[in-house]
């Protein structure tokens, strides 16, 4: 595609249920990126791929987050046992090489009731 | 806590001024990057200014990088209604590890008519 694609843009779960989030990157770009983003709040990390390994888990809050990317292109962040403080909005971006411009999608807002 | 830190935190300004935003951060950097984010849309990325350059223009852009300050800012010269927008600078250290960008918490720009 043109961009990087994140479905779905809105996802209302409830507390104690698992959510899959998906992200497709720009083809051909090795680098894929995970953030989080709560309400006016910037831009928290926290997975890294490059190609379809994760050298940087660093961000994940807790046990609960995983994420996985297979062929080099589609990723899915899961979030299991969802509760409230998992409410935000998760960016995923790609780019053609660490270090160089990212390329954002326009987000997946979670809310979780 | 947060590599990079935006200040302001809000801007209000009329249309034709210029505006003005900081970051500053605190490691050794490979290169800084400003975004720009619409409400309810992903990050665009603006500018990337490397460390060992101290100013960079695109456009009505212009951005600064004082390595010995741990510093940058973002100008936006003559400004239009249209670039209303949160402001995110984002560094590359390697502060916890890895590649990824970390990003500061944004300066919201309003420009009214």
């Known amino acids: 595609g043109a961009g990087v694609s994140q479905s779905p843009s809105n996802k209302v779960t409830e507390k104690g249920k698992d959510v899959e989030l998906r992200c497709d990157p720009i083809s051909g770009h090795t680098a894929l990126y995970w953030y989080r983003q709560s309400l006016g709040q910037g831009l928290e990390f926290l997975i890294y791929?490059?190609?379809?390994?994760?050298?940087?888990k660093s961000g994940l809050p807790s046990d609960r987050f995983s994420a996985e990317r297979t062929g080099g292109s589609v990723s899915t962040l899961t979030i299991q046992r969802t509760q409230q403080e998992d409410s935000a909005v998760y960016l995923c971006a790609s780019s053609s090489a660490p270090n160089s411009p990212l390329h954002f999608g326009n987000g997946t807002r979670l809310t979780v009731t | 806590s947060q590599q990079g830190e935006e200040d302001p935190q809000a801007l209000s300004i009329q249309e034709g001024e210029n505006a003005t935003m900081n970051c500053s951060y605190k490691?050794?950097?490979?290169?800084l990057q400003w975004y720009r984010q619409n409400s309810g849309r992903g990050l665009v990325h603006l500018i990337l200014?490397?460390?060992?350059?101290r100013e960079k223009h695109s456009g009505r852009l212009r951005v600064t990088l004082d390595t010995s300050k741990k510093s940058s800012s973002l100008l936006i010269t003559a400004s239009r209604a249209a670039d209303t927008a949160s402001y995110f600078c984002?560094?590359?250290?390697?502060?916890?590890?890895?590649?990824?960008?970390?990003f500061g918490t944004g300066t919201q720009l309003k420009v009214e008519l």
């Open positions: 490691t050794s950097i490979n290169n």
């Open positions: 200014i490397r460390s060992n350059e």
């Open positions: 791929f490059q190609g379809n390994s994760a050298p940087d």
């Open positions: 984002a560094t590359d250290g390697w502060a916890g590890g890895g590649n990824k960008l970390t």
